[in-house]
């Protein structure tokens, strides 16, 4: 079977959306099928490509037995509202054109969505190329625009982006969600029928998440010598809500054991910098992005993960992608995200939740798990036996896999 997969975003980049189109493209493309992925150039989530790319329109490359064609894309940095649609429309209309004429016939075509004009992309080329139309959902646009405030009221924008969604939701032949709580939302916000949707969880290569020592490079190369380390690594935005965690760490202030470090970039990274430079926060340290070779690393060397989001509804349903990674690096999660995410953790007895933007309880769960260093270890124990168990990705590769070929051969 011929794939094509739609995503803006792709390795060098970083990211649970690259993550997930490049690991599920690896293991469909070790089981034997073509894969061809339609992305753009690097650029995210720092707006800034790299010199070889910029003023390229399209070029072709193989990664790991995948057919990856680059697309152009206005590249704008994960900040602001205008240039981002600029940067996501330029992405739509290019793919659409160079996917048009550069990508022989597929089988069937995926387009994930956010962002959402990506999935009118994979729309329009299903469309012209008569094949079947998965919609991948990672999260519900414009519902979550609102929830993190990027835009602050339903204006014609969101109103647009709403039809846009109505009409991909009901036009596709199958909606592949990443939990529960977005079938449940696509549901009830557009009526659409459940059984018309399946569930493909994010996950981890269990072969790249690998158990390993705590005193690592990275310890030695950052100094965080024998510190217990808070660690958040993703990215900086305005929905993951790590004020908090400055504030957690402003109450370790005068305690020399215990360190905080972000890992990433975002949007409100220079914010976060500059209100740690006030609050003279001499625990807490910012690590710019790494490569996708070093995050195991970074996780092997925390004692403790940090996963976070802002107070909203909305946040509920989400299971962000980092608390595979935590778990399957045998390291305990702090979560301060209330719902689904909340109960995996306290099913897999993997962590310690807290209440959303609540600095003092997570101040009191990095204490208690400090104290601990036996419950600390079995939790992490804990929380590997469960991904494995769960969300290796590829099980669930093959599931999504059975997914394709039910929608082929019933169109």
Known sequence: MHILYVSQYFPPEMGAPSARVYDLAKQWVRQGHRVTVLTAFPHHPVGVKRPEDRGVITRRETVDGIDVVRSYVFAAPNRGTVKRMISYASFMISAAVI??????????????SPQLLCGAAGYALARLKRRPFIFEVRDLWPESMLATE????????????KRLSRHLYRHCDRIVTVG?????????????????????PNGIDTDLFVPSARDNDIRAEYGWGDRFVSLYLGTHGMAHALETVLETARSFRDDPTKLFVLVGEGAEKDKLKALAAEWRLDNVQFIDQQPRDRVARFYAACDVGIVCLRKSPRFEEVLPSKIFEYLGMERPIILSVQGEAAKLIQEADAGVCVPPEDARAMAQAVDELARRPDRLAQMGRNGREYVREHFDRRNLAKKYLDILETVRKTR
């Open 150 to 161: 990027v835009v602050k009221s339903e204006n014609f924008v969101v109103r647009g982006l």
């Open 99 to 112: 996917g048009l004429f550069r990508v022989r016939k597929p089988d069937v075509v995926i387009a994930t």
């Open 180 to 200: 529960e709580g977005y079938a449940r939302g696509i549901h009830e916000l557009y009526d659409i029928p459940r059984d018309r949707m399946s569930i493909v």
